[in-house]
């Protein structure tokens, strides 16, 4: 499974992004795809994750402001952020954690740069 994610770039303040995550190769249909982030000097910390049911999850710090989706045919999940402030600015991955029958598979993409500028 790859992962191509897409769409950080640089934004004032205030304004908006979309992140894009396609998902290639053998997805498992039960599946968990998320979205993380990194800032300099920090650990990695979840933003939002979906599952293959739809049930959706957020870091506090952005289940006002971003919001997760995915589309199944396309195999691609996507963030839409909000109101983005500074402390938003991180490096973005994707994830995909499959579930098998006896196995589980964890997926990373390659991130993508967002920067917030005050």
């Known amino acids: 499974v790859q992962l191509q994610a897409s769409g950080g770039g640089l934004v004032q303040a205030g304004g908006s992004l979309r992140l894009s995550c396609a998902a290639s190769?053998?997805?498992?249909?039960?599946?968990?795809m998320g979205w993380y982030r990194q800032a300099p000097g920090g650990q990695r910390e979840l933003v939002a994750t979906?599952?293959?049911?739809?049930?959706?999850n957020y870091a506090d710090s952005v289940a006002d402001r971003f919001t997760i989706s995915r589309d199944n045919r396309r195999n691609t999940v996507y963030l839409q952020m909000e109101s983005l402030k500074p402390e938003d600015t991180a490096v973005y991955y994707c994830?995909?954690?499959?579930?098998?029958?006896?196995?589980?598979?964890?997926?990373w993409g390659q991130g993508t740069q967002v920067t917030v500028s005050s």
């Open positions: 994830r995909a954690y499959l579930l098998g029958y006896t196995d589980t598979y964890n997926y």
């Open positions: 190769g053998k997805i498992i249909t039960r599946n968990i």
């Open positions: 979906v599952t293959s049911g739809g049930t959706t």
